[in-house]
């Protein structure tokens, strides 16, 4: 029965206290979840360790009634797992591990991150443009956009979402994308590292 159940239903049963709904809705979506952090991830005990990481939050987040996405499970599931794939990132680079073997000399850890810093400046700055400019773009092209690159969906998975055809999805990116490139040329934006 839970089985056949939207996932919005499975959420409501698991808020009311049904915790077999909950185990329904990682079964179904562990193999996306788990590839997507894997794909990212190399170390596969730590890919482990934060696929387990984002199922414990979004039970926390939903115990705590927080949860409020309209349905959007997996979305939402795949942005929690991308947020803590960023974060591991960053941790990772902020707190390098250091091999001490018998030819560990501290010279080759010790480097200037002045250059790393602006380059991250940088990005952050680009991507901050591209997000301002997204929201520039017509609702419809604007959603197709957003669950393509940040949720990871497919236009089959979008399509279905949005109530369209997949070729209306598609339709919808192309011209998402040429209308991001007439933005970007009108703002004279600079979309480069260099």
Same mark, same amino acid.
């Given at each position: 029965m839970l089985q056949k159940m939207e996932?919005?239903?499975?959420?409501?049963?698991?808020?009311?206290?049904?915790?077999?709904?909950?185990?329904?809705?990682?079964?179904? +979506?562990?193999?996306r979840v788990y590839g997507y952090i894997r794909t990212m991830i190399k170390d596969g005990q730590l890919a482990e360790d934060i696929f387990q990481d984002v199922f414990v939050k979004?039970?926390? &987040?939903?115990?705590?009634?927080?949860?409020?996405?309209?349905?959007?499970?997996?979305?939402?599931?795949? %942005?929690?797992? +991308?947020?803590?794939?960023?974060?591991?990132?960053?941790?990772? /680079? %902020?707190?390098? &591990?250091?091999?001490?073997?018998?030819?560990?000399?501290?010279?080759?850890?010790? /480097?200037?991150?002045?250059?790393?810093?602006?380059?991250?400046?940088?990005?952050?700055?680009?991507?901050?443009?591209?997000?301002?400019?997204?929201?520039?773009?017509?609702?419809?092209?604007?959603?197709?956009?957003?669950?393509r690159h940040y949720s990871d969906m497919s236009f089959k998975e979008i399509a279905e979402d949005t109530g369209v055809s997949i070729n209306t999805a598609l339709g919808r990116m192309r011209y998402a994308l040429i209308n991001l490139r007439k933005l970007i040329e009108e703002h004279n934006l600079v979309l480069t590292e260099e």
């Open positions: 996932d919005y239903q499975l959420v409501s049963r698991y808020i009311a206290g049904e915790e077999s709904a909950f185990e329904v809705l990682v079964r179904r +979506h562990q193999d979004a039970v926390l &987040t939903i115990k705590r009634g927080s949860y409020n996405e309209e349905g959007k499970f997996l979305p939402w599931v795949m %942005r929690i797992a +991308h947020n803590m794939v960023i974060d591991t990132f960053r941790r990772n /680079k %902020r707190f390098p &591990t250091v091999d001490g073997g018998p030819d560990f000399d501290i010279f080759n850890v010790i /480097k200037d991150d002045k250059k790393n810093v602006d380059e991250l400046l940088v990005t952050e700055q680009i991507t901050s443009d591209i997000k301002g400019l997204i929201e520039l773009l017509p609702e419809e092209q604007r959603r197709v956009l957003k669950l």
